[in-house]
Nanobody, 124 residues
Framework: QVQLVESGGGLVQTGGSLRLSCAVS????????MGWFRQAPGKEREFVAA????????YYADSVKGRFTISRDYAKNTVYLQMNSLKPEDTAVYYC?????????????????WGQGTQVTVSS
């Protein structure tokens, strides 16, 4: 089992920044890739970014490229999502997810473990 705990969400104005953290515990050696997804009210959960633990290959949704950066810290078993130039349309609950082995990095169905989510609200 892998446990994921997100933190760092909050309320920020348009153009501001936030850094989300995802602390990974449990069978961390079994995690192949970590991802961030988000879900706004009335919308489906959508892919934001993903990173492989080994090698650090990253993937981003077009809507966040150039504004968001995903990274990982082996020593702390933590994955981060640095979010800059935030827009009201970034408002959502952000979820951290872990994938046990290599599959599509952008499909929420291909992830095995999920955190409880953290709310990000961007005011206009």
């Amino acid at each position: 089992q892998v446990q994921l705990v997100e933190s760092g969400g909050g309320l920020v104005q348009t153009g501001g920044s936030l850094r989300l953290s995802c602390a990974v515990s449990g069978r961390t050696f079994s995690s192949y890739r970590m991802g961030w997804f988000r879900q706004a009210p009335g919308k489906e959960r959508e892919f934001v970014a993903a990173i492989r633990w080994s090698g650090g290959t990253t993937y981003y949704a077009d809507s966040v490229k150039g504004r968001f950066t995903i990274s990982r810290d082996y020593a702390k078993n933590t994955v981060y999502l640095q979010m800059n130039s935030l827009k009201p349309e970034d408002t959502a609950v952000y979820y951290c997810a872990a994938q046990n082995y290599g599959r599509s990095p952008m499909s929420s169905r291909e992830y095995d473990y999920w955190g409880q989510g953290t709310q990000v609200t961007v005011s206009s």
